[in-house]
């Protein structure tokens, strides 16, 4: 149980284009899904949390008009890199919290790869 | 704001010698920490969780961690290394936001396991 997915699981984009990456809770619902990214040989930066049904809220630094967020449902959450550019090139990956869970506890996906040309 | 300290960035054991990664936190309440291990390209993996309850924690695949309030620690053992061991190892604490709980992640140790 509690599998997390994510869609795809790497991407090579031209300089200028959009990106969408899907996040999906597959035997379980999450209210509350994360996005992180991490350079290679660092550790995970927060870029946003996510709440089904309402505006994400984008950590300091993190410009919320080119990493759009969207959690329509309590499976889905998706990131679009809008515009994106060689320095978004990156390891993006989203996590999700079960819903009422006590403990905190986050289920993570395998991680999608993204290039900019 | 929590914090998670992780003093080695890099540790070295030979395979069947006990595992010591090192992880300290700070925090002003009472806080849920994680230790997650991620191989090469890959997302990441639970190993273990603390949430209050014992402060001996057992996790999988051997690993096990002690929670120490006093010395603000969260260690992570294992008594012997496997060669399937070698990847990085975040510590991670759970911080109170208004809006919930996010986690703060260490910046990770990597571990390497010689033959």
């Known amino acids: 149980g509690a599998v997390v997915s994510q869609h795809p699981s790497w991407v090579i984009c031209k300089s200028g284009t959009s990106v969408k990456i899907e996040c999906r809770s597959l035997d379980f619902q999450a209210t509350t899904m994360f996005w992180y990214r991490q350079f290679p040989k660092q550790s995970l930066m927060l870029m946003a949390t996510s709440n089904e049904g309402s505006k994400a809220t984008y950590e300091q630094g993190v410009e919320k008009d080119k990493f759009l967020i969207n959690h329509a449902s309590l499976t889905l959450s998706t990131l679009t890199v809008t515009s994106a550019h060689p320095e978004d090139s990156s390891f993006y990956i989203c996590s999700a919290r079960v819903t009422g869970s006590f403990y905190n506890e986050q289920f993570f996906g395998p991680g999608t790869r993204l290039t900019v040309l | 704001a929590q914090s998670v300290t992780q003093l080695d960035s890099h540790v070295s054991v030979s395979e069947g010698t006990p595992v010591l990664l090192r992880c300290n936190y700070s925090?002003?309440?009472?806080?849920?920490l994680f230790w997650y291990v991620q191989h090469p390209n890959k997302g990441l993996q639970l190993l273990l969780k603390?949430?209050?309850?014992?402060?001996l924690v057992k996790g999988i695949n051997g690993f096990e961690a002690e929670f120490k309030k006093s010395e603000t620690s969260f260690h992570l053992t294992k008594p012997s290394a496997h060669m399937s061991d070698a990847a990085e190892y975040f510590c991670v604490v759970s911080e109170r936001r208004n809006y919930g709980q996010n986690f703060v992640f260490g910046p990770g140790t990597r571990l390497s396991v010689l033959p």
């Open positions: 925090s002003s309440y009472s806080p849920s």
């Open positions: 603390y949430t209050s309850a014992a402060t």
